[in-house]
């Protein structure tokens, strides 16, 4: 089992929909865990952290699930500028500090 | 502030050169790290640097591929003899430090071998 996994899609949606995202995580010591956006041939920017209490920005709903070894990304009313590539990291901490990216999940917004 | 930088933005050279690709990285972050993007892949880790020390060098490619950081600041990451796999773009992130930190990334590298 890989250590970080997405769904790699495309999620294609109309504007206004919601949409959710999970990434699931393979080492229960994992201590941190991010959600970042990838436009097409541009670097990773931060889109959010994911707290144990959640997280929300906006449109945008950060959820963690320790119990299943999860995360979630919730983005409602979808825009066209949203799409992008969702790609989820997790920082297993205790002693390696090598984030573990996940391949991420392509959404496609259309009109 | 300033983000992290890189350079150069686009890279061409020949198989078999030597190519140097630079990382500023944003002003009192400690941790650097860099990784390897392919065409439609995802990001592949190469190393860390926590101040000028790179305590974990396993994700280099290969023995052509090495890395070092001056003055807890800038770093180059160096691949000798070039080859057409080694086509990617490349990409700095630095972090306030290692561990819970979120990173934050430069523009990247484009390099083509040809």
Known sequence: RKEVEQD????????????????????????????????????????????????????????????????????????LSD???????????????????GRGTSLIVHP | GAGVSQ??????????????????????????YWYRQSLGQGLEFLIYFQGNSAPDKSGLPSDRFSAERTGGSVSTLTIQRTQQEDSAVYLCASSLGTGNYEQYFGPGTRLTVT
């Open chain 1, 8 to 79: 790699p899609g495309p999620f294609n949606v109309p504007e206004g929909a919601t949409v959710a995202f999970n990434c699931t995580y393979s080492n229960s010591a994992s201590q941190s865990f991010f959600w970042y956006r990838q436009d097409c041939r541009k670097e990773p920017k931060l889109l959010m952290s994911v707290y144990s209490s959640g997280n929300e920005d906006g449109r945008f709903t950060a959820q963690l699930n320790r119990a299943s070894q999860y995360i979630s990304l919730l983005i409602r009313d979808s825009k």
């Open chain 2, 7 to 32: 350079s150069p933005s686009n890279k061409v050279t020949e198989k078999g050169k030597d190519v140097e690709l630079r990382c500023d990285p944003i002003s009192g972050h400690t941790a650097l």
């Open chain 1, 83 to 101: 799409s992008a590539t969702y790609l989820c990291v997790v920082n297993i901490g205790g002693g390696s500090y090598i984030p573990t990216f």
